[in-house]
C-alpha cells in the first residue's frame, strides 16, 4: 500500500523548471517560424501582384497609344504627302520651338480629361521627359485659342525610362534598322519620321521594352 501511495505521489508531481522553460522556448520558436512563414508568402504574393499590375499598366499603355497612332485622322502637308503622324510645333512658354510627334484623332479619348464637354478634332502630341515619363500634349482644333493657348498635358506613363527612334532605309532592300536617341533632321532642318518607336519602361528593377509602328507616308492627295 506504501508503494502505491509513493507511486501516486510521483505521478501528481508537476513539471520541472527545465522542462517548462524547454516548452516555453520550443513553442516560442514554432510561432516565429510560423510568422516568418506567413510573412514571407506575404511578401511573394505581394511582389508578385506589383510585377502583375505593371505588366498590366505596360500592355494598357502600348496598345492605347497603338490604337490611337493607328486611328490618326491622315493630314496633308505642304509639300502634299499623307503623313497621319507629323512633327509639329506646339509653341508656348514650356515647350517654344521644340517639335513632336503628333497625330489627330477625330474623337476625344477617354483617358484625356476636359472641364467641359469633350471636343473632337484633337491634336496629340507625344513628350517624354526623363523625370516625368511619357505624356500627351493636347488640344482640340475646336477650342477658339487653339493656337494661342499651350497645349494641355496629361501624364500616360511614369514608368517609360527611355524613348528611341527606329529608322530603317526603304529603298534600301539589305538596310538594317538604325536606332537613335535624338531624332532625325534632313538637310532643310526638318526631322524625320521613324517608322517605330521604343518606349522602355522600367519599375522596380524589372524593365519591358515595347514598340509602337508608325503608319508609312505617301505620295499623293487622300481620297474622301
Known amino acids: 500500500m506504501s508503494r502505491f501511495k509513493a507511486r501516486k505521489r510521483k505521478l501528481k508531481k508537476g513539471f520541472t523548471l527545465l522542462e517548462v522553460m524547454f516548452a516555453v522556448f520550443f513553442g516560442a520558436w514554432i510561432l516565429a517560424m510560423g510568422t516568418s512563414f506567413v510573412f514571407s508568402m506575404g511578401m511573394v504574393w505581394g511582389q508578385g501582384a506589383e510585377v502583375w499590375l505593371f505588366q498590366k499598366h505596360v500592355r494598357g499603355v502600348s496598345r492605347f497609344l497603338q490604337q490611337s497612332i493607328d486611328n490618326a485622322s491622315m493630314r496633308v502637308s505642304q509639300d502634299q504627302t499623307e503623313t497621319p503622324v507629323y512633327w509639329l510645333q506646339r509653341g508656348g512658354q514650356a515647350y517654344g520651338t521644340e517639335q513632336f510627334l503628333t497625330f489627330d484623332l477625330a474623337t476625344s479619348p477617354g483617358v484625356l480629361v476636359w472641364e467641359e464637354e469633350p471636343l473632337p478634332y484633337v491634336v496629340c502630341s507625344l513628350h517624354y521627359d526623363r523625370d516625368d515619363g511619357l505624356s500627351l500634349l493636347w488640344r482640340s482644333r475646336l477650342e477658339a485659342d487653339f493656337g494661342e493657348q499651350e497645349p494641355r498635358k496629361t501624364q500616360i506613363s511614369p514608368f517609360v525610362r ?20 535624338e531624332p532625325r533632321k534632313e538637310a532643310n532642318g526638318n526631322y524625320v519620321n521613324p517608322q517605330r518607336l521604343e518606349l522602355l519602361f522600367s519599375h522596380e528593377g524589372e524593365d519591358i521594352r515595347r514598340f509602337l509602328v508608325l503608319p508609312n507616308a505617301f505620295q499623293g492627295v487622300p481620297v474622301f
Not at 173 to 179: L, S, T
Open 162 to 181: 527611355d524613348f528611341r527612334y527606329w529608322y530603317l532605309d526603304p529603298e534600301d532592300e539589305e538596310a538594317e534598322w538604325e536606332v537613335e536617341e
